[in-house]
């Protein structure tokens, strides 16, 4: 071990406060009750429990929460001003531009329709960041998250398998369609239950919470039973498997790349990520090893990417309206970027962009390293010790996530959120050492992201350029 090294980590536990002089967190309740709202969104047991169909027991939590949490929502806008959560502001201005997409339509009565459900969207949102507040609440939360993940891919297991007999039909309710029919279902795939009906969606939710189980394997303050964590790394690995997600390979791949890069350096974490392709590419087999855009479901994208870009030019500000992109393409966009952009234009895909942009941003100025003097620099040294453990974990599985966006209708879906929220509470919350410099809501702010939003509707009319196959 190097000196630096070791003078590294002497500094950081200098640095970072003990773990017996923390004070315990308040709103302890309104936590409990979102964890609560949690496994209530993911499970969704009121779409196929007996005696629970149809019943809105996830409204009736959420409003319960916000009622118990309300006081900390007040006091999280409070301190110490908006302007320095520039992520939250750009969440709470999708609310207006859901609503001005269909304003512009003459449609007033979608307009209040689909505000209210970006409405609660955000709603969830604000809980997370006003109660999620400190390191530890962080570290349950993703612990926590694990588990409703493995439950979400053990119940689609299980149905792959058909192993529910207990319910009705014998297997997981499946969406209908605009005529009351259930969308054409592949034998070959696994769907998940509720919101997680996608083979590739549940696939986002698998990959991204993959990693962060990683990150309590590795946590060696839990003892020897952190090894009890390889139990969901079970489920979750065979459920990725049974998904068969080609996009689902990919973002798991670019969450483990981040993870390699955070523990050896860019370099060796290269190195390790090339060394270990061949592996996930076996493990991940057939369908998924097939990534041609060439490929039925690759063309099918994009061309349904070119529709997104059609709409964005003939309603550049305001788009079509929100949950109008398959009433003119056919199809969502299967980009939740692009799809923003078509569907509330200008004026809300720049928020929607820059909220995740900035959140990658946030992440990556964790752990960017910091020169002092003529010295080598140094990465940053995240003082609360539970942020340090999950941050790299966290980083990894909102990359995983983004990058499954790239490829996926994702914009409306509350899990979403979940792991912005995981972004920017690491962002809002990790004091380090240099201190960084925080990023600030301005006009300039909101200008830079204009133009990076310019620069990606660039590059995706490039790449459907490229490879458009009428």
């Not at 060696?220 to 065979?238: C, E, F």
């Not at 974490?269 to 097939?290: C, E, N």
């Not at 969502?332 to 004026?347: D, K, P, R, W």
């Not at 660039?458 to 490879?467: C, I, K, P, Y």
Request: with cysteine; charged share 15%.
């Amino acid at each position: 071990m190097s000196i630096g090294t070791v003078s590294r980590r002497s500094t950081a536990s200098a640095l970072r406060p003990l773990a017996a002089a923390r004070r315990p967190a308040p709103h302890g309740v309104g936590f409990a009750l979102f964890l609560l709202v949690n496994l209530v969104l993911f499970t969704r047991p009121t779409d196929f429990l007996p005696g629970l169909i149809g019943f809105e027991l996830y409204q009736y939590l959420i409003l319960t929460c916000l009622l118990v949490s309300f006081p900390a929502i007040l006091q999280y806008l409070q301190e110490p001003s908006l302007e320095q959560k520039p992520i939250d502001l750009f969440v709470m201005w999708l609310l207006l531009a859901a609503f001005l997409s269909h304003v512009a339509q003459a449609a007033l009565d979608r307009a209040v329709s689909e505000a209210f459900a970006m409405f609660k969207i955000v709603l969830y949102y604000m809980l997370f960041v006003s109660l999620v507040l400190n390191g530890a609440r962080l570290r349950a939360f993703t612990g926590w998250l694990v588990l409703f993940a493995s439950l979400v891919a053990l119940l689609g297991i299980l149905d792959f398998h058909e192993q529910l007999g207990f319910l009705p039909n014998g297997k997981l309710p499946r969406l209908k369609n605009e005529f009351g029919m259930e969308a054409v279902e592949d034998k070959t795939r696994m769907y998940g239950p509720g919101i997680f009906q996608d083979p590739n969606d549940i696939a986002a939710l698998i990959g991204s919470t993959f990693v962060l189980l990683l990150g309590r394997l590795q946590d060696k303050r839990s003892g020897p039973l952190r090894y009890l964590w390889l139990l969901p790394l079970g489920v979750l690995a065979y459920g990725l498997y049974l998904s068969q997600s080609r996009g689902g390979m990919l973002a798991i791949a670019a969450g483990l790349g981040v993870l390699f890069t955070l523990r050896f350096g860019l370099g060796r974490g290269l190195l390790v990520s090339l060394l270990l392709a061949p592996l996930v590419g076996a493990f991940l087999a057939m369908r998924q090893a097939d990534l041609s855009s060439h490929h039925d479901s690759g063309q099918t994208r994009i061309q349904l990417w070119n529709e997104g870009l059609v709409m964005f030019r003939a309603n550049p500000l305001f788009g079509v309206g929100v949950n109008e992109y398959q009433v003119h393409a056919g199809q969502v966009a299967h980009n939740s970027y692009l799809h923003a952009f078509g569907e509330m234009g200008f004026f809300g895909g720049v928020p929607f962009f820059a909220a995740f942009y900035l959140a990658l941003e946030g992440m990556i100025g964790l752990y960017r390293p910091v020169s002092q003097g003529a010295g080598k620099p140094l990465p940053p040294v995240i003082q609360d010790e539970d942020l340090a453990q999950v941050g790299p974990y966290v980083f990894a599985a909102l990359v995983t996530y983004m990058v499954s966006m790239f490829t996926l209708t994702l914009n409306y879906l509350v899990p979403t959120y979940a792991f912005l929220g995981m972004a920017a509470v690491m962002v809002r919350r990790a004091s380090t050492w240099p201190p960084r410099k925080p990023t600030l809501f301005s006009v300039n702010l909101v200008g830079r992201m204009a133009i990076y939003s310019v620069v990606y509707l660039v590059f995706m009319f490039l790449v459907v350029r490229a490879f458009f196959r009428p």
